[in-house]
């Protein structure tokens, strides 16, 4: 199963050794030619002009190489290219549109036909199909749109805007300048496609490393010898086994010791003490408390797993370290995935994530849930789920209404329609959006994968699916990625213009998944979606105590990307003792306290933090949102209210938040309600 990851880390470790800054781009451009260019532009089409022209030649100029041409062919392009008149400018962009529209999604359409066999549940996985998976079918699209000045021609014309400067102007835009902004963002850096492959590689291996990391319950050995789990049940890490926590509260019967044992491989997984015999394999009984494995009742001597998990992540990063020069305007990754593609400054979002971590409300809660155990806080209590209405209806009943209705991939993708209208969707909307998301098997967790185009393509919904039928766990998961595909479908083509199309940010896809996964029972017939106030307040608390959670996890995540820019040239060891280090820090500083227990590095497991890094901050703002449109929906006619606000499409996530559910994105609405649940539900 290491094969995949052997044979793809082998260039990603080649350049990584070469990995020093970058030197400066090559471009003949200079600050008087810019302001040369400027000067004709509005000499020619007079002074109005001027700041468009400004923008416009400016942003060209970054993107500019020597082997684009001269200074005189830059000048020349700029005059002949610029197009002053406005109903000739609405053409170009519309063009610029549909033509951006079929390269994007049929780029994309490609890349999921080849990662099939890596996403999809099949034969056994070879190197080629990892290689092909590794293939980026955009690595080249954005070198080639400079080379037919199809990129020039659309920076010149449609300039980018900075975060601050759409923060400030924004909310007086018209629909169509957003769009014309939205068309600039896509052309504000021009990162080789050599640099980018790399990167795409590293994530893809670290992506099958983790698909492919399975822990088998069944062969767990306690201290007095038993066998807790059952013989087949295996799970994917970390999500698996934070859920199987999950489901032992309701285990009265030895469910607090199967919950000790996880926590034990948890800690293995982390520090890398795990025994490599053990993960995928069923070839060995693994004790995690003594770490010790045997075969047929003789002991064996133990391999560690040799820091790959780290290696994996430092790969990712020395990807990233060769993009930082070609990106002048956010020259790190960090500055790139929350200024980027967030939206929101990293240093927003750590004090929106300490202010909740470090709340009373928070601490109140623990007190609540102390009581309802009737023992102390366990670090592993982090996943404490008693608030959810499911856990008092028996699994066994969750586990035979799934299996029956949901067989198949096949019949859950035909009862797409029944469930949408379930959650209020009319019939012609719920077919609209069902025949565009297509249901398959997945061979990891799942997850779900939009079109970029409107004609041809359709969202992808993958999930686990055994033999026997679909499991609540897998349901439960389906649903989350079925929110994915129905906001996919909805901002793909409700949106106005293609330029606006999709979300703010990852938060908001998250946002709306959230909200779907919450209806599981509701469409299952056991359950409602909302209304009753004790219900409520325990998915107030339940909210409350997520985030708490996973804002811990996206604070280690964010310390460890500012310990690696701190300390390029560190080993996977190295990165290793960071991360242990990093992760016991932000637990002695906002957990401690509440589990009364120091150095517990449990914040590091989440699998996210190996593979698509610095993504994680997206899950505790979509809870935050996800919170605040519960709120909006009660009174609402849910479906229309989710078509209405999801319609508004990529504005920046703040006055997104404004205009769809009437304030700013905030931890304090939270705070609020969870302080007024809590003193409605303490027995
Ligand atoms: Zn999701």
């Given amino acids: ?23 400066a781009v090559d471009t003949p451009i ?15 089409h007079g002074e109005g002009l001027r700041s468009r022209a400004e923008r416009g030649v400016a942003q060209t100029a970054t993107l500019w190489r020597s082997a684009d041409g ?36 049929y780029a994309i359409m490609l890349s999921k ?34 080379a037919n000045q199809i990129g020039f021609i659309a920076a010149l014309n449609f300039p980018a805007y900075t975060l601050v400067e759409k923060q400030q102007l924004g909310g007086n835009w018209t629909r169509l300048d957003w769009a014309y902004a939205r068309m600039g963002d896509l052309f504000s850096s021009r990162v080789p496609a050599a640099q980018q492959q790399t990167y795409t590689a590293a994530n893809a291996a670290a992506d099958a490393y983790i698909s492919e990391y399975n822990i088998n319950l069944g062969y767990l050995l306690d201290t007095d010898g038993s066998r807790p789990f059952p013989e087949d049940l295996t799970l994917i890490s970390h999500w698996g086994l934070r859920d199987e926590i999950k489901a032992q509260y309701a285990n009265a019967n030895g469910g607090l010791a199967r919950q000790q044992l996880i926590y034990e491989v948890m800690l293995r997984i982390i520090d890398q003490s795990i025994p490599q015999q053990v993960i995928n394999s069923k070839q060995y009984l693994w004790n995690p408390r003594t770490n010790t494995i045997e075969a047929q009742g003789q002991s064996v001597r133990a391999t560690s797993e040799p820091n790959t998990r780290y290696q994996h992540l430092l790969n990712q990063f020395h990807a990233q370290l060769a993009i930082d020069a070609y990106t002048p305007d956010k020259p790190t990754f960090i500055q790139r995935q929350f200024d980027g593609n967030l939206e929101l400054t990293v240093d927003e979002v750590e004090r929106l994530f300490i ?11 623990a007190g609540i849930i102390e009581q309802r155990l009737g023992r102390k806080l366990q670090p592993f209590d982090i996943w404490y789920d008693g608030f959810n209405a499911r856990s008092t209806i028996s699994a066994d009943l969750l586990e035979r209404t799934t299996c029956s209705r949901y ?13 949408l209208m379930q959650l209020g969707f009319s019939q012609p909307k719920a077919q609209f959006i069902a025949q565009r998301v297509r249901v398959e098997t997945a061979r990891g967790a799942g997850h779900a994968w939009g079109a970029e185009m409107r004609n041809h393509d359709a969202a992808l919904l993958r999930s686990r699916m055994p033999q026997g039928g679909m499991d609540y766990k897998g349901f439960n998961i389906a649903m989350h990625e079925f929110g994915h595909t129905v906001e996919q479908t909805i ?58 959670e996973i804002m811990g996890v996206s604070l280690v995540d964010i310390g460890v990307w500012r310990w690696l820019y701190a300390n390029p040239q560190a080993d996977a060891e190295q990165l290793k003792q960071a991360v242990l280090r990093i992760a016991k820090e932000v637990w002695n500083a906002h957990y401690s306290d509440v589990f009364g227990q120091t150095d517990v590095p449990l914040l590091a ?43 508004q499409g990529r504005l920046d996530p703040q006055l997104w938040m404004q205009r769809g559910v009437g304030q700013p994105l905030s931890v304090q609405p939270l705070l609020t309600a969870a302080r007024k649940a809590m003193e409605q539900n303490i027995e």
């Fill in 1 to 23: 199963m290491n094969r995949l990851f052997v044979f793809l880390s082998i260039p990603v470790v080649l350049s990584a050794a070469s990995c020093a800054k970058q030197p």
């Fill in 30 to 44: 200079t600050p008087e030619t810019v302001q040369r260019t400027v000067d004709a532009l509005v000499a020619n």
């Fill in 70 to 105: 001269t200074v005189a062919d830059f000048e020349a392009f700029c005059q002949q290219r610029f197009v002053a008149d406005e109903t000739a400018r609405r053409v170009l962009f519309d063009k610029l549109s549909n033509g951006l529209e079929h390269l994007y999604g």
């Fill in 113 to 146: 036909d080849l990662q099939r066999p890596v996403h999809l549940a099949g034969d056994e996985l070879t190197d080629i199909d990892g290689r092909f998976a590794a293939f980026d079918t955009q690595a080249h699209l954005s070198d080639d749109l400079f």
């Fill in 355 to 365: 202010e909740l971590v470090s709340s009373a409300e928070v601490r109140q809660l």
């Fill in 407 to 419: 067989p198949n991939a096949e019949t859950l993708e035909r009862e797409l329609p029944n469930i």
């Fill in 491 to 548: 901002t793909l083509h409700d949106v106005d213009y293609y330029t606006m199309h999709g979300v703010p940010n990852t938060a908001f896809t998250e946002a709306l998944a959230f909200v779907f996964q919450k209806r599981d029972l509701q469409v299952l017939g056991l359950g409602q979606g909302g209304g009753d106030a004790m219900a409520n307040a325990a998915a107030t608390m339940s909210n409350l105590w997520g985030c708490f």
């Fill in 605 to 647: 497991i989440y699998s996210h933090m190996i593979y698509y890094p610095l993504y994680l901050s997206a899950y505790p703002i979509g809870h935050l949102i996800d919170f605040q449109l519960e709120q909006h929906f009660v009174g609402r006619y849910f479906a229309a209210e989710v078509e209405r606000i999801f319609k």
